[in-house]
């Protein structure tokens, strides 16, 4: 079991008044948001290359913010989830509360983070994925709209997990999840990808173990994610500005096409996912909040 003490303040559960645990449920309000998800490979492996890409996100959040291509057709929200290993860290998992740019780089700021890992070739990447379909619940995404999608984004410099565990993740959450069986990320991909646009960066750095898995990063990223997965060398310094301008573009792109981005939800889904026990039971359908919603609509 992890040491929730540790850092609670970015743990996926959260710690109640009486000391239990409970799911914690990410919120990004607002019909006109673009939630944007950073996941960064902090473990060992990464060495110096953590710190710089932590960097680059908060580059990242400040050149969107002072864009207005991106500002005047919608409201980006940025959340950090610092990665590691499901199998062998205490700490696979950190996470930050949807923010402006300020707010999320003071909290990522405050993160300390494990630097671990364990002997296996991949970290555990697809948990970005995971929390982002199974643990956020936005405004946009709800009955009878047409949404935009949100925004993934992966770096890392190893190649991609085949699998979540089940049972890790049920420690990790601190709930019994209704997953029976170990998470395939190509099934996972499916249908996270049917609400979030995921890319992954591959981060080329003297510190990291790019070079020992180059080829089968290129292998396992690029057949699943093909033109989404995106290599990238980092220069010797913190002054690296290439790969800020890079993200920048890509969310410009996606904020300034957003007709190409729509996702029709279905009626059966909102993305609140906390049953009443306390389970993890997926998508479903709030009916509390979808009627605060319409009458919201009706008082516009």
Known sequence: MPDFDIVPEFWPSKINADGTHSQRILTAAGDNTLPIIFGIDVSGSMGRAADKIKQCVIDTMTLIENTPDITNTCTPLFCVMAVGDLDHDRRPLLITEFGDAATTTAALKRMEYEGGGGQNTHESYTLVWYYAYYHTAFECFRLGDVSTKGLIITLGDEPLNPTLNYKKLSELFVCQTTEQADIKTESLYTIVSQNFDVYHYG??????????????IAQTWGLLLKDNYRPRTLQEDYTNQKLPQDLKTLITDIATHRSDHYVKMEPS????????????????WDEEMAAQLMEKDNED
């Open 203 to 216: 981060v080329d750095d003297p510190a990291s173990s790019w070079q020992y898995y180059n080829k089968r």
């Open 269 to 284: 889904c909102w993305w609140k996912n906390q049953n009443g026990d306390g389970t993890d039971g997926g998508p479903i």
